[in-house]
């Protein structure tokens, strides 16, 4: 089958614009024929604002984009979310990088958060597992403001109802009597300061003297201190004697207990026997010049 010139030319005219069209959506819409990014899946319990496609930022720069969701077991409790990112390869993802979920204000949409980590971290593989880190959201950091807010109100309420009309007159009252009394008494209140001011003088004064005290007679207190230390170790040395005497005694007590109990029995027999001699010679005081007793006189 031949085809005429005409033919030819609009078929030509055709593939022409078919390619600059084509040309045209790659230069408007970025499309690259080789993949140039990596794959990093991340844990986490809560997602709030986060769908696929959302956006990766890495230091605040867009880096890539959510590129799966996968629930979890809804039998476990404390299963996590499983997000897919897709992101640059030439991203700086370290190992102890990880991942939370973000706002840049109030306004703006919720994104994933890659943090940097240090530099000594080595660089994490493409389709490793990135820590995830629960970060509390806007929403959840508002929640105790929120009670707080509650708790004013309440507060507000009860001053309300404290500075009433008739409490704010006796407030009143009270500073218009509190004015009285210090214009009344203003001038005993200058008398009392300067006589303040006069004991805090003589208190410096009396201080100086103390010091100059202390420095004059520095070598008296030092000899003292001396003689007082030297007393206390001669007394320690007494205490210590005293304390071995006494223990010697104890020992001779208990070695000698039945000889010194002998002692006693005979001191209390001697005893005994001077207080029957002395009855003796009271009643009989002849028994010391003689040996008999005297004749017996005859009655007239």
């Given at each position: 089958?031949?085809?005429?010139?005409?033919?030819?030319?609009?078929?030509?005219?055709?593939?022409?614009?078919?390619?600059?069209?084509?040309?045209?959506?790659?230069?408007?819409?970025?499309?690259?024929?080789?993949?140039?990014?990596?794959?990093?899946?991340?844990?986490?319990?809560?997602?709030?604002?986060?769908?696929?496609?959302?956006?990766?930022?890495?230091?605040?720069?867009?880096?890539?984009?959510?590129?799966?969701?996968?629930?979890?077991?809804?039998?476990?409790?404390?299963?996590?979310i499983r997000l897919t990112l897709k992101i640059n390869k030439n991203t700086p993802v370290r190992e102890n990088s990880f991942a939370y979920v973000t706002s840049i204000?109030?306004?703006?949409?919720?994104?994933?958060?890659?943090?940097?980590?240090?530099?000594?971290?080595?660089?994490?593989?493409?389709?490793?597992?990135?820590?995830?880190?629960?970060?509390?959201?806007?929403?959840?950091?508002?929640?105790?403001?929120?009670?707080?807010?509650?708790?004013?109100?309440?507060?507000?309420?009860?001053?309300?109802?404290?500075?009433?009309?008739?409490?704010?007159?006796?407030?009143?009252?009270?500073?218009?009597?509190?004015?009285?009394?210090?214009?009344?008494?203003?001038?005993?209140?200058?008398?009392?300061?300067?006589?303040?001011?006069?004991?805090?003088?003589?208190?410096?004064?009396?201080?100086?003297?103390?010091?100059?005290?202390?420095?004059?007679?520095?070598?008296?207190?030092?000899?003292?201190?001396?003689?007082?230390?030297?007393?206390?170790?001669?007394?320690?040395?007494?205490?210590?004697?005293?304390?071995?005497?006494?223990?010697?005694?104890?020992?001779?007590?208990?070695?000698?207990?039945?000889?010194?109990?002998?002692?006693?029995?005979?001191?209390?027999?001697?005893?005994?026997?001077?207080?029957?001699?002395?009855?003796?010679?009271?009643?009989?005081?002849?028994?010391?010049?003689?040996?008999?007793?005297?004749?017996?006189?005859?009655?007239?």
């Amino acid at each position: 089958m031949e085809y005429s010139s005409k033919e030819i030319k609009v078929g030509f005219m055709v593939v022409m614009g078919f390619t600059i069209l084509v040309v045209f959506l790659i230069a408007i819409f970025g499309i690259k024929w080789q993949d140039d990014t990596k794959e990093y899946k991340t844990y986490l319990k809560s997602i709030p604002g986060i769908v696929e496609g959302s956006l990766v930022k890495y230091g605040g720069m867009d880096v890539g984009h959510i590129a799966k969701i996968d629930l979890p077991d809804a039998n476990n409790i404390d299963a996590t979310i499983r997000l897919t990112l897709k992101i640059n390869k030439n991203t700086p993802v370290r190992e102890n990088s990880f991942a939370y979920v973000t706002s840049i204000s109030f306004m703006a949409q919720q994104h994933i958060e890659i943090s940097p980590g240090s530099l000594d971290a080595q660089l994490l593989v493409g389709g490793a597992d990135l820590e995830g880190k629960e970060v509390p959201n806007f929403m959840q950091m508002a929640e105790p403001f929120e009670d707080l807010s509650e708790d004013a109100g309440i507060l507000i309420g009860q001053l309300t109802k404290l500075l009433n009309d008739e409490n704010l007159k006796h407030v009143n009252s009270m500073v218009a009597n509190i004015d009285t009394v210090l214009i009344a008494g203003g001038d005993n209140f200058l008398g009392l300061m300067a006589n303040m001011e006069e004991i805090s003088g003589n208190l410096t004064q009396v201080s100086a003297d103390l010091n100059e005290l202390m420095t004059n007679n520095k070598g008296n207190f030092d000899e003292t201190l001396k003689y007082v230390q030297t007393t206390t170790a001669e007394t320690s040395e007494l205490i210590k004697v005293l304390r071995k005497t006494i223990g010697e005694f104890e020992s001779l007590v208990a070695a000698n207990g039945s000889s010194i109990i002998e002692i006693m029995e005979n001191f209390q027999y001697a005893s005994q026997n001077f207080e029957e001699f002395t009855r003796a010679v009271k009643e009989r005081p002849w028994l010391l010049v003689r040996k008999a007793a005297p004749p017996e006189r005859d009655l007239p």
